[in-house]
């Protein structure tokens, strides 16, 4: 899913996974039920689902992707900001945090 939603990237925003857009990103993957797909995008907990996930991104300030939180279970998770994304990028503040637990 990951290459086909890469592959058919426009410019991103609000709005930028048009129903064109995860029709054919979800067609491509064998696995995927596109008509169930769709109407559970349409529905309330969808809808629930995507209000939740804006109410974090707006209390941790996040406004671009990737983005991550890093934090041991039953935390208040912390941003973690990097400049790259292999694991050289993760492995210390995730080391710290596991040294800690």
Same mark, same amino acid.
């Given at each position: 899913?990951?290459?086909?939603?890469?592959?058919?990237?426009?410019?991103?925003?609000?709005?930028?996974?048009?129903?064109?857009i995860a029709r054919t990103i979800?067609?491509?993957?064998?696995?995927? $039920? *596109?008509?169930?797909?769709?109407?559970? /995008?349409?529905?309330?907990?969808?809808? !629930?689902? #995507?209000?939740?996930a804006n109410q974090?991104?707006?209390?941790?300030?996040?406004?671009?992707?990737?983005?991550?939180?890093?934090?041991?279970?039953?935390?208040?998770?912390?941003?973690? $900001? *990097?400049?790259?994304?292999?694991?050289? /990028?993760?492995?210390?503040?995730?080391? !710290?945090? #596991?040294?800690?637990?």
């Open positions: 899913i990951i290459d086909l939603r890469y592959t058919t990237q426009g410019t991103a925003g609000p709005g930028y996974v048009t129903p064109e979800m067609g491509g993957c064998r696995a995927v $039920e *596109v008509v169930e797909a769709h109407k559970y /995008a349409q529905s309330d907990a969808a809808g !629930r689902y #995507l209000q939740d974090e991104a707006q209390r941790f300030k996040i406004n671009a992707t990737p983005s991550f939180l890093v934090g041991m279970t039953g935390s208040t998770p912390q941003r973690l $900001e *990097v400049s790259s994304l292999g694991p050289e /990028a993760f492995t210390p503040t995730l080391d !710290r945090l #596991l040294e800690g637990s």
